[in-house]
């Protein structure tokens, strides 16, 4: 079936350090791949995201890869801040395009 | 512009029983999914309403079942409530059918005991 692995499972580094979490998705039809930040007791906020004619994207110090021949696609966080912990997940397009399918997640813990 | 809101925030309810969870989309947002959370693990697609129609079902049983309606808020409703039904319920809004842009509630944390 569709599945969506996700590394590491944690990542802790320090304040101003760069940070990357990879993905690797099944479903070749897959053309949107977003990522989402999830505190505790909050559900996930879209972050950043990524469509399949686009090789990468930036939003500040949030960026997005995407090589779709390999199926792999990694988000990159620059200057970490501690307001940056948190649980972030990758997914991507599944379910015949409805429904998106999640990663198990990384707990990425920045400290000062 | 009104996120999207969920209620009740907390629910425990016993196996055999039943339970209503309700979702008010974003404005302007005409699509609900839904997705189940256990703890430690990434959201699991339930189903998805488009204008008040099931546009996608993942691999849940039929006791899983909503509606959505025409304001696109939507319920969804669980019987003969399982153990393993203990989790977080989120639902998304976004602007049509599809995984596109979806926009997360804060959920509701649904214990069975």
């Known amino acids: 079936g569709e599945n969506v692995e996700q590394h590491p499972s944690t990542l802790s580094v320090q304040e101003g350090d760069s940070a990357v979490i990879k993905c690797t998705y099944s479903?070749?039809?897959?053309?949107?791949f977003p990522w989402y930040k999830q505190e505790l007791g909050k559900g996930p906020q879209l972050i950043i995201d990524i469509r399949s004619n686009v090789g990468e994207k930036k939003d500040q110090r949030i960026a997005v890869t995407l090589n779709k021949t390999a199926k792999h696609f990694s988000l990159h966080i620059t200057e970490t801040q501690p307001e940056d912990s948190a649980v972030y997940f990758c997914a991507s397009e599944g379910q015949a395009g409805t429904a998106l399918i999640f990663g198990k997640g990384t707990t990425l813990s920045v400290s000062s | 512009e009104t996120g999207v809101t969920q209620s009740p925030t907390h629910l425990i309810k016993t196996r055999g029983q039943q339970v209503t969870l309700r979702c008010s989309s974003q404005?302007?947002?005409?699509?609900v999914s839904w997705y189940q959370q256990a703890l430690g693990q990434g959201p699991q697609f339930i189903f998805q309403y488009y204008r008040e129609e099931e546009n996608g079902r993942g691999n849940f049983p039929p006791r899983f079942s909503g509606l959505q309606f025409p304001n696109y808020s939507s319920e969804l409703n669980v019987n003969a409530l399982e153990l393993d039904d203990s989790a977080l319920y989120l639902c998304?809004?976004?602007?049509?059918?599809?995984?596109?842009?979806?926009?997360f509630g804060p959920g509701t944390r649904l214990t069975v005991l």
């Open positions: 998304a809004s976004s602007r049509a059918g599809g995984p596109d842009e979806q926009f």
């Open positions: 404005s302007g947002h005409n699509t």
């Open positions: 479903d070749s039809a897959s053309n949107y």
